[in-house]
């Protein structure tokens, strides 16, 4: 089993305001249910995801999330907004960001194939990766 089952491949720095990156694009791998289950936030209006990175990021910054869900051979695109950061040196959390979904086609459906992946496991009291 591997030591971190949600695997950021790479991320894009872009950036229009002087000394001020945003994250741009994530790509994000995740393989296993109890990884997805940590991750998933959805009690977020619309669905979220935290994101493990040590990436900088502001609150409201946009990215593109490419995520891999499982084994799936289909990467699912979603735009999405910062809303959550976990920084550095956080006791018993992991650093990283919270990613609310796009309120578009897109976000819908990345939302309905999480929920379908993690299927009765959304009602366990197993603590996440945010409460």
């Not at 296993?32 to 990436?55: H, I, K, N, Q, S």
């Not at 609150?59 to 084994?71: A, H, I, N, S």
């Not at 459906?109 to 992946?117: K, N, P, S, V, W």
């Amino acid at each position: 089993m591997a030591k971190n089952p949600t695997e950021i491949d790479r991320s894009s720095p872009a950036s229009n305001e002087p000394g001020r990156a945003r994250p741009g694009v994530l790509q994000v791998s995740i393989k296993e249910t109890a990884a997805l289950y940590a991750a998933y936030m959805p009690f977020v209006d619309g669905g979220g995801l935290f994101v493990p990175t040590t990436r900088p990021a502001h609150m409201g910054d946009q990215l593109y999330l490419v995520m891999t869900l499982m084994d799936e051979p289909e990467k699912l695109p979603v735009t999405g907004t910062v809303i959550w950061i976990t920084p550095p040196g956080t006791p018993g959390r992991q650093q990283g960001l919270g990613i609310q979904f796009a309120r578009d086609a897109a976000g819908a459906a990345a939302r309905h194939r999480i929920e379908t992946l993690l299927g009765g496991s959304l009602k366990s009291s197993r603590p996440t990766h945010t409460v």
